[in-house]
T-cell receptor, first 110, second 116 residues
């Protein structure tokens, strides 16, 4: 079955420290992975997608098909990075729905 | 409007009542998705449409839940005979692209349903 796993519900780091939010997926097809973010009192919004291979707000994520992972990384966390982060998998066969993980709350401490 | 609009933002109802949640997507967006999110959980897929066609309704939990998008724009998610376990945030998202073409999902602010 298709599944997205985010093992950490809460991740607390100090400002300036590196951040890694973990995401693993289970899917037999060709995966398409995303990170969505929800800042306080804002809507859920796209942060980045693996096909773009881009860095957004200093965040990067590399799709590792061997480890079925798509971890989100940032070398130096900022206080404004504090938010809820969701990893999402888009299915690409028969249906094109998105499956979301349970989310990780990132708290960046001053 | 500038973004995806959902109404009502908050709905409190008594067990057994029917509720209708509305989603007005960004103009021109082809795909429309409904998700349910319980506290402490991620968004759970319910159903999605391309234009007016319901492409996948595998996430609807039972036959009390239904959704429509009759003119390929506004969508309504209806829950009949509500139960306390239906209490959750209901999120709508739209996308310019459809199918294998990947577009960004634009989310609304959500409708928080509380069933007493």
């Amino acid at each position: 079955a298709q599944r997205v796993t985010q093992p950490e519900k809460l991740l607390s780091v100090f400002k300036g420290a590196p951040v890694e939010l973990k995401c693993n997926y289970s899917y037999s097809g060709s995966p398409e992975l995303f990170w969505y973010v929800q800042y306080s009192r804002q809507r859920l919004q796209l942060l980045l997608r693996h096909i773009s291979r881009e860095s957004i707000k200093g965040f990067t994520a590399d799709l590792n098909k061997g480890e079925t992972s798509f971890h989100l990384k940032k070398p130096f966390a900022q206080e404004e990075d504090s938010a809820m982060y969701y990893c999402a998998l888009k299915l690409r066969s028969g249906t094109y729905k998105y499956i979301f993980g349970t989310g990780t709350r990132l708290k960046v401490l001053a | 409007g500038a973004g995806v609009s959902q109404s009502p933002r908050y709905k409190v109802t008594k067990r057994g009542q029917d509720v209708a949640l509305r989603c007005d997507p960004i103009s021109g967006h082809v795909s429309l998705y409904w998700y349910r999110q319980a506290l402490g959980q991620g968004p759970e897929f319910l159903t999605y449409f391309n234009y007016e066609a319901q492409q996948d309704k595998s996430g609807l939990p039972n036959d009390r839940f239904s959704a429509e998008r009759p003119e390929g724009s506004i969508s309504t998610l209806t829950i009949q005979r509500t139960e306390q376990r239906d209490s959750a945030m209901y999120r709508c998202a739209s996308s310019l692209e459809q199918g294998i073409n990947t577009g960004e999902l634009f989310f609304g602010e959500g409708s928080r349903l509380t069933v007493l």
